[in-house]
């Protein structure tokens, strides 16, 4: 049909009956999950966070939760390193935490393939260049994950998210999603080299491999 396109249209439908499939299926290991993070980590078990979505718009994103609540003297959260527990580097290593978004998923605030949602706060730091990444939902996996994910510097995984933009297609969500098994079978690319994740991003302009997006 006219105005129908696999980026309006067939995408969607796909990523509704994909997730709820995805969700029947691993619901026996969501479960165990779950219950692991409430024995090893207590309450809660979700780690919810505002990210940026299609059109900028923020939405909640769910994760099962990696680290502790430990604070420093002065009050404040510990850095990631000394909350990140060997149980939660486990369930990063295999992706397990972020089954969760599989819910974000069918309710459409993701999508199956997509460049990864950032935190909302880096909203206003973005070129309108950069903005473009959110022409489309954000996913769990995405072009910029299967071409290196954390170990990859944030100006190429914006050249990477850019690129997915403008020529997503079915083709291009299946090829995503068949490198996405084995890079995290791998646990390839979790952390940033020097961090357990990734470091904040700062907008810094630095010159980016013009062979990075392909």
Known sequence: MRGITYKTAWK??????GSLLIIVLLSPL???AAAMVRFKLGSPIFFTQERLGLNGQSFKIWKFRSMTNCVGADGELL?????????GKLLRDISVD???QLWNVLIGDMSLIGPRPFIAEYGSRYTSEQMRRHDVRPGISGWAQVMGRNSISWNQKFILDIWYVDNCSFLTDLKILFMTVPIVLKRSGVSAEDHVTMPEWANSEEP???HASK
């Open 98 to 100: 972020e089954l969760p």
């Open 30 to 32: 969501l479960l165990i």
């Open 79 to 87: 850095s990631d390193e000394y909350r990140l527990t060997k149980f």
């Open 208 to 210: 980016v491999d013009d």
């Open 12 to 17: 969607r439908l796909l990523d509704i009956a």
